[in-house]
């Protein structure tokens, strides 16, 4: 196929703003914005968020931008709407055993409604039960236990103080004290000096005397305990039996008020009688009395605490599902945390103080998660596989074994989660994991893949207007016309680098949307332009290009050498793209090639100093190989190349400079001069095909800059390969210039062509003998290496002679 000099129409798509099929963006806020050229994504997400099996997790793979999240989320809240609201989730005090909370799951709303009237009940029995032990027939039938008990009492004391008078002794109580004193014959009590002067005989007989009474006084004590304690268990039954019908009462009501089933019923029941229980057993602090009534009130509070209900979920005000939204996916705000309070230098907590997280708020819905965030704590990502696994999740606090000072720990009863987990991530964690983590594939079964672009059709670019119309609604910007949208469109494209497909990344067309209406409002315009469009993109290259301007700067003042005139032997200009990340340009650079006689064969100079990438050793290496086919007849070949990129400091990768790298070498071996006004790019295979290579408008561009500094005068122009004429969407300064015969796109399917067209000679053809034409560019090289071999043959045997003649 001959070589093609493009003409201006084909280095650009354009679009028809008359296609679009309306006049500006504000005709179609009727539309909802659809995927836009993501089909496959869209599919399997409504799969897999339909999916109500275990481990039909979603992995979201795609480019940042692509509206992955976004998307995802639309998705899991339309879902979301068509599902009954899940449980609420309480933590209720163990009252067996008050480290282990139980957990308690309510249908929506009745958590809240739980709470509500626990805290009615509590806030009630503190008026109520004081009324009930205050009431007559209570103190009627508390005294007449009391009064069975004192009378009983008073004759076990009556008896006591019998048996000590008859020892001489006298009895009586003193602060609740059992005290004796000693008596003399007139009934006064004696003194220490004057139980000191009496004869021995009767010191000894008051001492048996002592020891009797105290015995006594012990066998009394052990006779009043059990009636005090039959008083007491009496007057607690009273109470019991008094308050009882009350608390019945309250929790008859709480019962009825929770009238939806419940799953856990059984565990409410359970927990409720316990609360009864318990509140029979602290009575006594319920009643008023004049004394210690702060130490009863602060008691009674710390009670009181034990029967809130620490509601952690409430779902109560949704309507369908939950969905979650963690950018932030800490241990303790995914998996819900204990807090602590510092009491006399301990960490005291109880269940009042349990938190939820993430996973317990989307139970019965989704919860979107970015991996990135997971893996940056190797804990966060080990506990989500342990819940993933067994579908239980278990509140803990890790760190509190490490801390300084001592600890009060819970351990709250692990619940069931039932969670659609929706995780983003790249392609490349998407594949490290499937490799490295055989369990990820199965726990995450749903893959959502989101092209980096899609192909170009009226739909699409219907579609495109739709997702700009939302965002000037959204943002409140001025709307777009079509030739706005049409050269929006054609960024894409652009941004895409394929005439045929559109760029996925939506956030880029987002982005320029807010800038040129930042544009038209700053000129007070009412409709975004085209003008407002170009202007947007040209402000956004001001900002990125420094580092591009620099170094035109440095080729136009020669200190980069780049010759754009003449015609130079072994020397060519190759093009080259810069990546920064948020910018991209393109540059010429010199390649060089020097040939002469030897047995090294090539040397790429970059791979010696290690400057250069596998990538492009790869093609080094290609072009070696092909270069050896050419002239297989003259195999092994006597030669010694070197082929450099002059002034390259910083490294070079990949092989789109294949192509210029042999044809300098060929030019080096032909001594043909190439045309210095045409530069090179494109991948080179075995066989001599031109392969098409990244950034070519971006190459072509930076390489059309250079020469309008120096210059146009239509000798200069670019030689790429024919296989990348429909990724050219060049800038309409290029395209003019190409229309006006000052600079020119050259395509080429064989290198042949391009050395055909670099040097104004036939490349060549072997005939049957390997032989080239003399004239052609290959019959030079054959000639030169036939050279080259005699060389080699005469300095061989004028060795051996030398070897000889020793």
């Given at each position: 196929?001959?070589?093609?000099?493009?003409?201006a129409?084909?280095?650009r798509?354009?679009?028809?703003?008359?296609?679009?099929?309306?006049?500006?963006t504000?005709?179609?806020?009727?539309?909802?914005p659809?995927?836009?050229?993501?089909?496959?994504?869209?599919?399997?997400?409504?799969?897999?968020?339909?999916?109500?099996?275990?481990?039909?997790?979603?992995?979201?793979?795609?480019?940042?931008?692509?509206?992955?999240?976004?998307?995802?989320?639309?998705?899991?809240?339309?879902?979301?709407?068509?599902?009954?609201?899940?449980?609420?989730?309480?933590?209720?005090?163990?009252?067996?055993?008050?480290?282990?909370?139980?957990?308690?799951?309510?249908?929506?709303?009745?958590?809240?409604?739980?709470?509500?009237?626990?805290?009615?009940?509590?806030?009630?029995?503190?008026t109520?039960i004081?009324?009930?032990?205050?009431?007559?027939?209570?103190?009627?039938?508390?005294?007449?236990?009391?009064?069975?008990?004192?009378?009983?009492?008073?004759?076990?004391?009556?008896?006591?103080?019998?048996?000590?008078?008859?020892?001489?002794?006298?009895?009586?109580?003193?602060?609740?004290?059992?005290?004796?004193?000693?008596?003399?014959?007139?009934?006064?009590?004696?003194?220490?000096?004057?139980?000191?002067?009496?004869?021995?005989?009767?010191?000894?007989?008051?001492?048996?005397?002592?020891?009797?009474?105290?015995?006594?006084?012990?066998?009394?004590?052990?006779?009043?305990?059990?009636?005090?304690?039959?008083?007491?268990?009496?007057?607690?039954?009273?109470?019991?039996?008094?308050?009882?019908?009350?608390?019945?009462?309250?929790?008859?009501?709480?019962?009825?008020?929770?009238?939806?089933?419940?799953?856990?019923?059984?565990?409410?029941?359970?927990y409720?009688?316990?609360?009864?229980?318990?509140?029979?057993?602290?009575?006594?602090?319920?009643?008023?009395?004049?004394?210690?009534?702060?130490?009863?009130?602060?008691?009674?509070?710390?009670?009181?605490?034990?029967?809130?209900?620490?509601?952690?979920?409430?779902?109560?005000?949704?309507?369908?599902?939950?969905?979650?939204?963690?950018?932030?996916?800490?241990?303790?705000?995914?998996?819900?945390?204990?807090?602590?309070?510092?009491?006399?230098?301990?960490?005291?907590?109880?269940?009042?103080?349990?938190?939820?997280?993430?996973?317990?708020?989307?139970?019965?819905?989704?919860?979107?998660?970015?991996?990135?965030?997971?893996?940056?704590?190797?804990?966060?990502?080990?506990?989500?596989?342990?819940?993933?696994?067994?579908?239980?999740l278990?509140?803990?606090?890790?760190?509190?074994?490490?801390?300084?000072?001592?600890?009060?720990?819970?351990?709250?009863?692990?619940?069931?989660?039932?969670?659609?987990?929706?995780?983003?991530?790249?392609?490349?964690?998407?594949?490290e994991?499937?490799?490295?983590?055989?369990?990820?594939?199965?726990?995450?079964?749903?893959?959502?893949?989101?092209?980096?672009?899609?192909?170009?059709?009226?739909?699409?670019?219907?579609?495109?207007?739709?997702?700009?119309?939302?965002?000037?609604?959204?943002?409140?910007?001025p709307?777009?016309?079509?030739?706005?949208?049409?050269?929006?469109?054609?960024?894409?494209?652009?941004?895409a680098?394929?005439?045929?497909r559109?760029?996925?990344?939506?956030?880029r067309?987002?982005?320029?949307v807010?800038e040129?209406?930042?544009?038209?409002?700053?000129r007070?315009?009412?409709?975004?332009?085209?003008?407002?469009?170009?202007?947007?993109?040209?402000?956004?290259?001001?900002?990125?290009d420094?580092?591009?301007?620099?170094?035109?700067?440095?080729?136009?003042?020669?200190?980069?050498l780049?010759?754009?005139?003449?015609?130079?032997?072994?020397?060519?200009?190759?093009?080259?793209?810069?990546?920064?990340?948020?910018?991209?340009?393109?540059?010429?650079?010199?390649?060089?090639?020097?040939?002469?006689?030897?047995?090294?064969?090539?040397?790429?100079?970059?791979?010696?100093?290690?400057?250069?990438?596998p990538?492009?050793?790869?093609?080094?290496?290609?072009?070696?190989?092909?270069?050896?086919?050419?002239?297989?007849?003259?195999?092994?070949?006597?030669?010694?190349?070197?082929?450099?990129?002059?002034?390259?400091?910083?490294?070079?990768?990949?092989?789109?400079?294949?192509?210029?790298?042999?044809?300098?070498?060929l030019?080096?071996?032909?001594?043909?001069?190439?045309?210095?006004?045409?530069a090179?790019?494109?991948?080179?295979?075995?066989?001599?095909?031109?392969?098409?290579?990244?950034?070519?408008?971006?190459?072509?561009?930076?390489?059309?800059?250079?020469?309008?500094?120096?210059g146009?005068?239509?000798?200069?122009?670019?030689?790429?390969?024919q296989?990348?004429?429909?990724?050219?969407?060049?800038?309409?300064?290029?395209?003019?210039?190409?229309?006006?015969?000052?600079?020119?796109?050259?395509?080429?399917?064989?290198?042949?062509?391009?050395?055909?067209?670099?040097?104004?000679?036939?490349?060549?053809?072997?005939?049957?003998?390997?032989?080239?034409?003399?004239?052609?560019?290959?019959?030079?090289?054959?000639?030169?290496?036939?050279?080259?071999?005699?060389?080699?043959?005469?300095?061989?045997?004028?060795?051996?002679?030398?070897?000889?003649?020793?």
């Amino acid at each position: 196929m001959p070589i093609l000099n493009l003409t201006a129409a084909e280095l650009r798509l354009t679009v028809d703003p008359a296609a679009l099929g309306f006049a500006d963006t504000s005709e179609l806020l009727d539309r909802s914005p659809p995927w836009i050229g993501q089909e496959r994504a869209e599919m399997a997400a409504r799969f897999g968020l339909g999916m109500a099996q275990p481990d039909y997790n979603l992995f979201v793979l795609g480019e940042v931008g692509s509206g992955r999240s976004s998307l995802l989320k639309q998705a899991m809240q339309t879902v979301a709407a068509g599902k009954a609201a899940p449980p609420d989730l309480c933590y209720l005090n163990n009252f067996d055993v008050p480290e282990k909370p139980r957990a308690l799951r309510l249908p929506a709303g009745q958590g809240r409604l739980l709470r509500q009237l626990m805290a009615h009940m509590m806030k009630s029995l503190q008026t109520d039960i004081p009324q009930q032990l205050d009431g007559q027939d209570f103190k009627a039938e508390s005294k007449h236990i009391e009064k069975s008990y004192k009378e009983e009492e008073a004759r076990a004391y009556a008896g006591l103080e019998a048996f000590a008078e008859a020892r001489s002794f006298s009895m009586h109580r003193e602060s609740g004290h059992l005290l004796f004193t000693l008596r003399g014959k007139k009934g006064h009590a004696l003194t220490e000096d004057e139980v000191l002067v009496l004869p021995k005989e009767r010191r000894a007989e008051i001492t048996q005397a002592e020891q009797e009474l105290r015995a006594e006084i012990s066998r009394y004590l052990e006779k009043i305990r059990p009636m005090e304690r039959v008083m007491n268990e009496a007057l607690a039954a009273l109470r019991r039996q008094v308050v009882k019908p009350l608390l019945d009462r309250e929790l008859q009501n709480i019962r009825i008020g929770l009238k939806k089933q419940i799953k856990d019923s059984v565990k409410l029941g359970t927990y409720l009688d316990q609360v009864m229980h318990d509140i029979l057993d602290k009575l006594e602090l319920f009643k008023v009395a004049d004394s210690d009534d702060d130490i009863r009130r602060e008691a009674l509070s710390k009670v009181l605490s034990r029967y809130r209900v620490n509601l952690v979920v409430d779902n109560g005000g949704l309507s369908g599902a939950p969905v979650i939204v963690e950018d932030n996916p800490l241990f303790r705000a995914l998996f819900g945390s204990i807090e602590y309070q510092s009491e006399n230098d301990v960490l005291m907590t109880d269940f009042s103080r349990i938190r939820a997280g993430s996973l317990h708020r989307a139970h019965g819905g989704f919860l979107m998660l970015h991996l990135r965030d997971l893996l940056a704590d190797g804990l966060v990502w080990e506990k989500l596989r342990r819940v993933l696994r067994s579908g239980r999740l278990q509140i803990e606090e890790p760190g509190t074994a490490f801390t300084p000072i001592a600890t009060v720990s819970l351990e709250p009863e692990a619940v069931d989660v039932e969670v659609k987990i929706v995780l983003i991530g790249s392609r490349e964690q998407y594949y490290e994991l499937q490799e490295e983590d055989p369990e990820f594939a199965r726990r995450f079964r749903v893959k959502v893949d989101f092209a980096e672009s899609f192909p170009s059709s009226t739909e699409t670019r219907r579609a495109s207007a739709i997702f700009i119309a939302h965002i000037c609604r959204k943002l409140g910007l001025p709307h777009f016309s079509a030739a706005a949208v049409a050269r929006l469109l054609e960024d894409g494209h652009r941004e895409a680098e394929d005439q045929s497909r559109q760029s996925a990344v939506f956030a880029r067309v987002e982005a320029l949307v807010m800038e040129s209406a930042a544009l038209c409002s700053a000129r007070a315009g009412h409709l975004v332009e085209t003008a407002d469009v170009e202007a947007a993109l040209a402000a956004r290259t001001l900002r990125h290009d420094y580092p591009d301007q620099r170094l035109r700067e440095a080729i136009a003042k020669g200190d980069v050498l780049i010759a754009l005139h003449g015609e130079r032997v072994g020397q060519l200009n190759g093009l080259t793209q810069v990546d920064l990340g948020d910018y991209r340009f393109g540059f010429p650079v010199r390649v060089t090639a020097r040939t002469y006689a030897g047995e090294d064969g090539l040397l790429n100079i970059e791979r010696e100093v290690e400057m250069s990438g596998p990538i492009h050793d790869k093609g080094v290496l290609i072009l070696q190989s092909y270069l050896s086919a050419l002239f297989a007849r003259n195999a092994p070949l006597a030669l010694n190349a070197s082929v450099v990129f002059e002034q390259e400091y910083s490294g070079v990768e990949g092989d789109s400079a294949s192509c210029a790298e042999l044809y300098v070498l060929l030019s080096s071996l032909s001594g043909l001069p190439l045309k210095q006004g045409i530069a090179v790019t494109g991948a080179v295979n075995q066989h001599g095909e031109v392969l098409p290579v990244g950034g070519i408008n971006e190459k072509i561009e930076g390489y059309f800059r250079i020469c309008t500094t120096a210059g146009l005068d239509g000798s200069h122009g670019v030689l790429i390969p024919q296989r990348n004429r429909r990724h050219l969407m060049l800038e309409h300064e290029v395209a003019a210039a190409v229309a006006d015969g000052l600079f020119n796109i050259y395509t080429a399917e064989h290198v042949s062509e391009g050395i055909e067209l670099l040097t104004g000679l036939p490349a060549g053809t072997a005939n049957d003998a390997g032989n080239y034409p003399r004239g052609s560019v290959l019959g030079h090289a054959q000639k030169t290496l036939l050279a080259y071999r005699r060389a080699c043959q005469t300095s061989e045997r004028a060795k051996s002679e030398r070897k000889r003649v020793r």
